[in-house]
Structure formats: structure tokens, C-alpha cells
């Protein structure tokens, strides 16, 4: 049998830091939605029990370091399963973008495999399997949009916001996550966005206001360290992108735009000097 699951990239639309917990990880409250550029997985199933993952993409790990493996391994060793699969990754989202493409994979893979294997696992289940494999994880499983607090695995559904068009940036350099939280100094943020304000405006359907009150205090760490990323963001202003932010832990910024009739010019403004950029819808 083989089955097909989707994999859609996040962007975080407000993302603050409140401190660093015993355990390393940093107190968060984001609000987080899903956008239409997607990878695609395709899992067949293998009789002996192993686990095989391929892709066309020459640069994720294809052994146990990848995210996808590691989901399946997790649901094969938790339910008993003697049964292997063949997972193969289509790459369409950017790698260590901040878009969490290998969180959601992995949580593409705790779905697909919950269908193929027939193992009738509770969404709430699959949210909880998939902490265990990454912060990001619990939300890719559910998708939409949510409110997402502890280090962001504890979730809260809420409307999506005003559908618009999304135009995605990626300057070419590699931004670890642990190494930004690992910069950031979360007892001398200054400016922390406000998650109640963001949800209002998503909640009210007032898309300017949810332009004005997009906030991410890990570009505190990511601008300074690499001035390229701000170089983008303030380009994307320029070109009239109406809100404007870094997504995660970065390097990818998107700007959000109501209007298509300009997006064609944002979009190429940018490809003028940055190779990897989209523009796709929001996912309503
Ligand atoms: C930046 C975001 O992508 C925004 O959505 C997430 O906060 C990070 O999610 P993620 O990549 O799934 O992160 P994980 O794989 O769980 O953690 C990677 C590393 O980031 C740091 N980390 C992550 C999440 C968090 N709330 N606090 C942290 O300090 C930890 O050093 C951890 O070792
Ligand atoms: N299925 C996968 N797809 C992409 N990268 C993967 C995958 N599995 C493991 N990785 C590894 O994970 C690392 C981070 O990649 P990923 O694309 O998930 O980052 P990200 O978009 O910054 O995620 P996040 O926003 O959750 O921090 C890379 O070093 C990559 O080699």
C-alpha cells in the first residue's frame, strides 16, 4: 500500500521569548499559521521492518538524523509495528530556513503513518509523539493557526488570518536554531510583541493590523549576526510588502501582501539579488 501526505512550511507571525527554563529551553508564546509551499511524502509500505528515506533533495541526511526517520522509527518502536516503510521526501521548502520543513515532515510522516499502519492514534496522541521529536512538531501535526506557548509544543487553535499572498525570502546562509537561542539574552529583550494584539487582529479579520503587529525577538540575535537578513527585510518594505518579519529562528524573511497586483513587483525586485524566493498564498 502507499499513501500521499503534505507537508506545508510555518511562518511565525508574533514570536516572543519570555526565559530560559531549567531544562534549556526558553519559555515561548507564538502565534503560528501554515503557508502554501509544501513538501510532498510519499509512504509505501515494506514488509521487512526497516526504514528507508530517500529524497531528490542532495543536501538533508538520509539516515537516521532525519527528522522523517526518526518519526517513523518513534511509531514503529511505540506501537509495536513489524511492518518497514519507504518514505520519500519531495523538498520544496528551503532547509534550515526557519519554515520547519523537517518538523513537518516528520509530523507528515506520525499522520501518514497513522493511515497506513491503521493504528487509530488521536490527534492529541500524534501532538504529544511528535514534542518528542521537536518543539515545532505538535503544531505541524494540527496545522492551521494556533497560539503556541510553553517551548511550543502547548497549543491553541485560533482562526487564520485574513487570507493574503506571502512572498518568502531566503538569503543563501544556514541559521542553526539552537545556536540563535543559545545567543539570545532573554532577561534584556526590549521590545516584546504583544500575542493577545495578534490575536485580536486575526480574530477581527483586520489585516493591517495584523501587519502592524508582527514581532520576532529572535531578529535581536539573527540581524545583527548576519546583516543579509536585514538587508531583505528592509528591501521587501521598500518593493511594498505590507508587513514585513523574520520567520523562527530565521534566515527567511516574508513579507505579507493583500494586493496581488504586487507581488509580481516584490517578487522580482527581490530575485534581483536573492536567489531563493516565493510567493505563495496563506493557507485558510
Ligand atoms: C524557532 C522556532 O522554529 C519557532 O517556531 C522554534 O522555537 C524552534 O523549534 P524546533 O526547531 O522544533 O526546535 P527543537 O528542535 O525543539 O530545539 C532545537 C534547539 O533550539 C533551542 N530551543 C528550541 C525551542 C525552545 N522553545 N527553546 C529553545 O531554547 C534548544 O537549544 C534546542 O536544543
Ligand atoms: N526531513 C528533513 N528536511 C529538512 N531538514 C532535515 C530533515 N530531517 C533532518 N533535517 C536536518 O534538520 C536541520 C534543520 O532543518 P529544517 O529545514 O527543519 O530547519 P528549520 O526550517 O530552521 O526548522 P525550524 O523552523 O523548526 O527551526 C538541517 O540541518 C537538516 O539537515
New binding site residues.
Partial sequence: MRIYEKAP??I?LMLDVLRKRPDGFHEVEMIMTMVDLA?RLELSELRQGTII?S?Q?G???LDE??????AARLVKDRYGVKAGVHIH?D?K??????????????AATLRGLNRLWNLGIAEAELQRLGAEL????PFCVSGGTALATGRGEQLTPIPNPPPCWVVLAKPPI????ADVYGRLRAGAIEHHPSAAAMQAAIEAGDFRAVCSGLGNVLEDVTLPWHPEVRRIKEAMIRLGAEGVLM????P?VFGLVSRPSKVARIYNGLRGFCKEVYAVRSLS
Fill in positions: 512550511a510555518k511565525n513538501d528515506i529524497s533533495a543536501y538533508i541526511p538524523k532525519n527528522l522523517a526517520f526518526q521526501l523538498k521548502i528551503p532547509v534550515a530556513a526557519g519554515l520547519a520543513g523537517g518538523s513537518s515532515d516528520a521537536g518543539s515545532d512538531v544556514n541559521v542553526s536554531t520567520s523562527g529562528s530565521g527567511t
